[in-house]
Structures are given as C-alpha cells and as structure tokens.
C-alpha cells in the first residue's frame, strides 16, 4: 500500500506582489480570495446596551448614540473599496491601510495621534492533514473604536463576542483599549490551543517509534518540524509586537490596561519557548526513529549473521560427503547416514547454546 506523505504548508504567501513601482499607500490586495462574500459585523456596547449588526455591501448602521465602544470586524479583504471606506471614515492613514491589505506583512505595532495599529498572524492547525494555515489579521484602534481586519469567515473572535453579548467579565465596562488587548489574547490563546495539539501528536509519534516505526512516520516528524518552523516565525515577530504593545504610552492606554498587556507580554514569550522545545522534541523524535531503525536493522542482519553461521559447518559436511571420490569409508558404514545427521544437529544446537549464552540471540 502506498504511503501518503503529508501535504506541507506554506511557510509563506508566494503570490507576486502587484503595487509594485506603486505610491507609498496604494491600496492594492497582495493575497487571493478566501471567502465569497466580504462583509463588515458591528458590535456597539457599553456596561449596560449591547448592539450588533452586519452589512454585506458599504458599513452596517450604528444604531446606539452613546459614549460606547463599537466594533467593527471586517472580515475578506477583497473588496479595496470598503476598505477605503472605512480609512476616510475613521481617518486612518493611508499606509496603515496598505499594511492591512499587504498579507506578506511582518507583524508589527504603530502608533499614531488619533490611535494605534496591531498587524499580526493568525493560525489554523489541522491534526489530522498536519497542516498549518496562516491568516493574517489586522486591528486599529482609536478612541471608542476598534477595527479588525480578517482574510476569512472563520470567526476568530468569537470568545471575545460572546462575553461581551454574556456581559460577563469586565470587558463592557472597558474601553477600546482593552477589546483590543482581549483581541490579541484571543489569538495568543489558539497559539497555545495549536501547541497542545502538537504536544499530543509529539507523544502519540513517540509511542509510535518505539512500537512500530514506519515511513509515514517520518514523514509527520518532518512535516511537525516545518509546522513548528512556521509557529516559531509567526510568534517571534508578534511577540516584539506585544513588546511594543505593552510598553507603549499611547494616550488611549489607560494604566489597569497596561496590566493586562504585561502579562500578555508574559504569554506570548511562553508561546515562545514551548515552540523552541517543542522544535528540540521532534529534532530527538527523529535522531530516535532513525536510532530504532537502525536499531531494528541490526537485529535483522544479526540474526541473518547467526543463520548464516550456523550453516557454514553444516554446508561443509554436506559439501565433503557430496564428493563424488569412490574411496570414502564413512559412505559404507550401516549408520553413517544417522551418524552425520547427529553431528550436524550437535553442531546446530552447540552454536544455538552458545548465541543464546552470549546474548546474541
């Protein structure tokens, strides 16, 4: 039966960059189309009202004229024209725009006098195909207002929605500082969501090497080490990100924020060091596949050795008897034939008592 080899993921998007030669801030979408419809969902709230809404052509209606947070979560970035749209609304500037439809863009955090921009990577880690897909998502936010920015309809931040339709927790009676923190942590958690999967197939591929390996065995080590190569670019960046993020003085961040933002600065370095020991497990998940093939190997060519060892004397007694010489006493004795065959399972068993005695069987 065939093996099939994992598919492996991009490490990066290949598609050619098209602005190139182009004005700095060109709005121009440098990925492909991963959703069919592009829509825009709002969410208007305060610590009492809670408001939502979606448009699938221009912005949906805010409807609560209060001193609020509102959301908006675009989600495809396909359609420049709404994209613009929202830059000359909220007056956001041309080049944080066209860092938000650059999907090739390192992840970073900006600031600027009416806010702050957050560009990161989002991941999608599938156990059974082992491969790792790569969104790259994108936040601005000002006074009482946040933005993200989504490739796909794969409702990222669906936790942070429902707590603040549950009203639970102390996100409704937070700023836009804080969704935007809670937005990040959302992501930093499929982080450590992604690294428990892998942890699982880490030791599920351990059992698997010591009981049985086999070639599509090494083909997952390889494909969770270039998965784990991806992890190791994506957080490396967004954990300088958070960095920044955390350490900024930007007017909107107010001082009970700041604290949130230390310890998501803590998570992101953890994100960090699991994927560094989760790279140094699977680089020994290979040294000990190829240890306990090798290892198997041997075994086959000792006992292959022994075989041959034990038949070396019994083929020469064969061979010498087999001669066609008219002159060979043993030949006329009543029992020679019974007598041969003795000698050959003495020698037979002598040589298995002495491999078993020497562990060599």
């Known amino acids: 039966m065939a093996i099939r080899r994992p598919k492996l993921p991009k490490l990066l998007p290949t598609r050619a960059r098209t602005n190139v030669g182009l004005p700095p801030g060109s709005l121009i979408f440098t990925g492909e189309k991963r959703i069919e419809k592009q829509f825009v969902h709002l969410v208007q709230y305060d610590s009492e009202l809670?408001?939502?809404?979606?448009?699938?052509?221009?912005?949906?209606?805010?409807?609560l004229?209060?001193?609020?947070?509102?959301?908006?979560?675009?989600?495809?970035?396909h359609h420049v024209e709404i994209i613009?749209?929202?830059?000359?609304?909220?007056?956001?500037?041309?080049?944080?725009?066209?860092?938000?439809?650059?999907?090739?863009?390192?992840?970073?955090?900006?600031?600027?006098?009416?806010?702050?921009?957050?560009?990161?990577?989002?991941?999608?880690?599938?156990?059974?195909s082992l491969e790792l897909e790569i969104e790259q998502v994108a936040l601005f936010v000002e006074d009482r207002t946040v933005i993200s920015f989504q490739e796909k309809d794969d409702d990222l931040f669906r936790p942070v929605r429902e707590r603040l339709e549950r009203s639970s927790g102390r996100i409704r009676q937070?700023?836009?500082?804080?969704?935007?923190?809670?937005?990040?942590?959302?992501?930093?958690?499929?982080?450590?969501?992604?690294?428990d999967q892998i942890e699982m197939i880490i030791d599920q591929l351990e059992e698997e090497i010591m009981r049985t390996p086999q070639q599509a065995t090494k083909s997952r080590i390889h494909n969770l080490k270039y998965s784990a190569l991806i992890l190791r670019?994506?957080?490396?960046?967004?954990?300088?990100?958070?960095?920044?993020?955390?350490?900024?003085?930007?007017?909107?961040?107010?001082d009970d924020t700041r604290l949130f933002l230390r310890d998501l600065r803590d998570h992101a370095a953890q994100v960090m060091d699991l994927v560094e020991t989760y790279r140094d497990l699977l680089n020994g998940l290979y040294d000990l596949y190829v240890s306990e093939i090798s290892f198997k190997m041997n075994r086959v060519?000792?006992?292959?050795?022994?075989?041959?060892?034990?038949?070396?004397?019994?083929?020469?007694?064969?061979?010498?008897?087999?001669?066609?010489?008219?002159?060979?006493?043993?030949?006329?004795?009543?029992?020679g034939y019974y007598i041969l065959w003795g000698v050959m399972?003495?020698?037979?068993?002598?040589?298995?008592?002495?491999?078993?005695?020497?562990?060599?069987?």
């Open 50 to 63: 809670f408001y939502t809404d979606d448009a699938e052509q221009g912005l949906p209606s805010e409807k």
């Open 65 to 77: 004229d209060h001193d609020g947070v509102r959301w908006y979560d675009v989600r495809g970035l």
């Open 84 to 128: 613009e749209e929202l830059g000359k609304q909220f007056k956001i500037h041309p080049l944080v725009l066209e860092d938000i439809l650059d999907i090739q863009q390192r992840p970073k955090f900006e600031e600027y006098d009416n806010g702050f921009s957050f560009i990161f990577r989002a991941l999608q880690f599938d156990p059974e």
């Open 174 to 195: 937070r700023g836009s500082d804080y969704l935007a923190y809670a937005l990040v942590d959302t992501v930093l958690d499929h982080y450590f969501a992604i690294l």
């Open 233 to 254: 670019k994506s957080i490396g960046p967004l954990r300088e990100a958070v960095r920044d993020f955390s350490e900024s003085d930007h007017k909107l961040l107010t």
């Open 301 to 335: 060519m000792q006992l292959l050795t022994v075989v041959t060892t034990i038949f070396i004397p019994l083929s020469f007694l064969a061979g010498i008897y087999g001669m066609n010489f008219d002159e060979m006493p043993e030949l006329h004795y009543p029992n």
């Open 345 to 361: 399972i003495l020698i037979a068993v002598g040589l298995l008592l002495i491999f078993r005695r020497n562990r060599w069987l």
